[in-house]
């Protein structure tokens, strides 16, 4: 039995001229030349499956950081903003974003409560805040009047759910009352988001 001097296994590895020399000794028993056979295809096995995550971790490193918060956003006219009391004038604007509700009084003063979960085990912290603008029926093409305002910022951990709930005064917010018709809750997170 002749072995050439080059072997081609599964990723065409060359030979030392040592171990050709070996198995072209007839006392090599037969088991040594299989358990050869087995640990080169091994080795190339191991080359095989090492250089994939390789490039996987050079491409992680070489890539920018995914962005560290999130946010969610929702809209909200005002309720029943036809109700009219003859020599009245309204006080209170009240918004409902879905488990969330959200006033503003006349003088700039303004609240917002709900409920915010977080989903994972892993901690991140959450701030709800609200801004308020002038738009056409149902929020729509809306002028915003004010920028993000958040009033409450808890952190959370393991799936849970905790009640947010906070007041600020925004005195700029009282000259333009009559005129605001649509309110955005925004839930921020940083940290761990899902």
């Keep these: 039995?002749?072995?050439?001097?080059?072997?081609?296994?599964?990723?065409?590895?060359?030979?030392?001229p040592i171990s050709i020399r070996k198995l072209n000794n007839p006392l090599w028993p037969q088991a040594t030349l299989l358990h050869w056979l087995r640990e080169t295809g091994r080795r190339c096995l191991r080359t095989a499956l090492a250089a994939p995550g390789l490039m996987i971790a050079a491409l992680s490193v070489a890539m920018p950081p995914a962005a560290d918060a999130s946010e969610q956003r929702a809209q909200a006219p005002v309720m029943n903003p036809n109700v009219q009391v003859q020599g009245y004038e309204i006080q209170r604007k009240n918004f409902r974003f879905g488990e969330f509700t959200g006033w503003l009084k006349r003088d700039g003063t303004w609240h917002i409560e709900g409920p915010v979960r977080h989903r994972g085990l892993l901690c991140g912290t959450y701030e709800v805040g609200m801004r308020f603008g002038v738009s056409k029926m149902e929020c729509t093409d809306v002028q915003w009047i004010s920028g993000d305002t958040f009033?409450?910022?808890?952190?959370?951990?393991?799936?849970?759910?905790?009640?947010h709930s906070g007041t600020e005064i925004d005195e700029s917010l009282s000259g333009q009352f009559d005129a605001i018709s649509c309110a955005e809750r925004v839930i921020r997170c940083s940290g761990n988001c899902k």
């Design 1 to 16: 039995m002749t072995i050439k001097r080059e072997f081609h296994l599964i990723s065409q590895t060359m030979v030392s």
């Design 151 to 163: 009033v409450t910022s808890e952190y959370q951990c393991n799936d849970a759910e905790r009640p």
